[in-house]
């Protein structure tokens, strides 16, 4: 089974803080992928990554960056939080072959004070 | 973006009621998943469509591709209190935009399950 595993299910930071979340997942998936999951808003993507230094904006980037430094693993980086993202974050892997389904991880909920 | 429209946005139904729920979108799609989303937990995929008209099951639920590529249904059947939680439909555009290209999918805003027992 694909595995995907985000480092905190919690986290509670303040504004103006650096925050950095990971995900790490072992099948060896070309693809990444960040989400955040809003009330009635649904996934709205981040940012996406199709290969080692490799990024691509999403829909909603302003107020984050990305780093893959490493196939295995994506990092999510709040350069400066504040309280709008306050929010749950979702990461996912694929294969880049065809058309793949994405695999999530378990979120973070991110509280930002 | 692509715009997915998923509806009903929210449900309510007594156990053993049958449930239906689907997508559309504006354009062509040539792939079309449907993920459940359990509270506190990432979505975990239930179905994937892959061709015009495909009908799949997978034990209650029954997923179809639609024949104008532009939706999609998802019905359970005889729904448990262990259905409950959020739906999402998926999809990835046939003509795909450069997005697309690297494995990006299309998220509907998700349909809130509520099961009384």
């Known amino acids: 089974d694909v595995k995907v595993t985000q480092s905190s299910r919690y986290l509670v930071k303040r504004t103006g803080e650096k925050v950095f979340l990971e995900c790490v997942q072992d099948?060896?998936?070309?693809?990444m992928f960040w989400y955040r999951q809003d009330p009635g808003l649904g996934l709205r993507l981040i940012y996406f990554?199709?290969?080692?230094?490799?990024?691509e904006k999403g829909d909603i980037p302003e107020g984050y960056s990305v780093s893959r430094e490493k196939k295995e693993r994506f990092s999510l980086i709040l350069e400066s939080a504040s309280t709008n993202q306050t929010s749950m974050y979702l990461c996912a892997s694929s294969l880049n072959s065809g058309v793949q389904p994405q695999h999530f991880g378990d979120g973070t909920r991110l509280s930002i004070l | 973006g692509q715009q997915l429209n998923q509806s009903p946005q929210s449900m309510f139904i007594q156990e053993g009621e049958d449930v239906s729920m689907n997508c559309t979108s504006s354009s062509i799609f040539n792939t079309w998943l449907w993920y459940k989303q359990d509270p506190g937990e990432g979505p975990v995929l239930l179905i994937a469509?892959?061709?015009?008209?495909e009908l799949t099951s997978n034990g209650r639920l029954t997923a179809q591709f639609g024949i104008t590529r532009k939706d999609s249904f998802l019905n359970i059947s005889a729904s448990i209190p262990s259905d409950v939680g959020i739906y999402f439909c998926?999809?990835?555009?046939?003509?795909?935009?450069?997005?697309?290209?690297?494995?990006?999918?299309?998220f509907g805003r998700g349909t809130q399950l509520t099961v009384w027992p």
């Open positions: 990554s199709y290969d080692v230094k490799m990024k």
């Open positions: 998926a999809g990835q555009p046939y003509k795909a935009d450069r997005g697309s290209t690297l494995g990006r999918l299309y």
């Open positions: 099948m060896d998936h070309e693809n």
């Open positions: 469509l892959y061709k015009a008209g």
